[in-house]
């Protein structure tokens, strides 16, 4: 089976490429090089028409929530207007479309995990671009098979652990919100469930995120405490729990993001990891 990835050397993309090779999938990588998805429907066509992909995995989007609130024509471009394009092409080759999209299109305002039919209600543009990206996907290619995530981290890439352990070097103080909750979810994780869903065939909406919850200081607190433990330098004397209302930032942020696994958990071979687990597993790379 020959599987084509968008945006390949994402820290979500290049960690699926590496499992599915393994796995002795053909896989094709594009990175931005290679397929910009700002370059329009015509690129994508080209690019996707060569390939004679099977699968097509969409890793690729526009991830920077804050900046996306002043870009967001470009925000829609890449996740919205080319995952329509990039659907379409999929539709008419007769192949199958993986697209990852985010607990970013709910609003938060519950506190009970959401489920792929929960309504949404996007607060920010990201979010809004991202649901607009489902849509067109479906509209383009019904056999679309999506997965939402959320609170992504892993070794390659910037993400929340990375700065984290940036500030932590750097700084004797921190201060991080500690009324958002979600579930941190590492991207080799993420990649497994990918493929069990893309061995099955699945279709239609699916969550996926590690197993736990926790507020963003509690993940903050945790990678500090990991990362000492394995030996690293860190600088930092105290993490500082504070309010969202005390911490503003360009772009709202649901307060609560937990997505529910139980359509997904009779498709995975294996049990979900807890969030501190993979979390150990993967600091262990970073620091090995």
Known sequence: MRILVTGANGQLGSD????????????????????????????????????????VVNCAAYTDVDKAEREAER?????????????????????????????????????????????????????????EGELAAFE????????????????????????????????????????QYGSPSWTRDISGAMLALIRTGCDGVYHFSNEGVASRFDFAAAVVDIARH???ELNIARIIPVTTDDYPTPARRPLYSVLSKSKIRPV???????????????LGEVYS
């Open 16 to 55: 699926f490429c590496q499992l599915a090779k393994n796995h002795g999938f053909d896989v094709l990588r594009l990175t931005r090089a290679e397929l910009d998805l700002e370059q329009g429907s015509d690129a994508i066509r080209r690019t996707i028409m060569q390939s004679r992909a099977d699968w």
């Open 268 to 282: 995975l071979r294996h049990g979900i990891p807890h969030w501190r687990t993979s979390l150990k597993k993967m």
């Open 75 to 131: 925000a829609f471009t890449i996740n919205r207007d080319a995952v329509g394009a990039i659907a379409q092409v999929v539709s008419e080759t007769g192949g199958r479309l993986l697209h990852i999209s985010t607990d970013f299109v709910f609003s938060g305002d519950r506190h009970t995990p959401y489920t792929e039919n929960d309504d949404v209600a996007p607060l920010n543009v990201y979010g809004k671009s991202k649901l």
């Open 140 to 179: 383009a290619c019904p056999q679309t098979l999506l997965l939402r995530i959320g609170w992504v981290y892993g070794v390659r890439g910037h993400n929340f652990v990375k700065t984290i352990l940036r500030f932590a070097a750097e700084r004797e103080e921190l201060r991080v919100v500690d009324d």
């Open 230 to 232: 394995l030996g690293a």
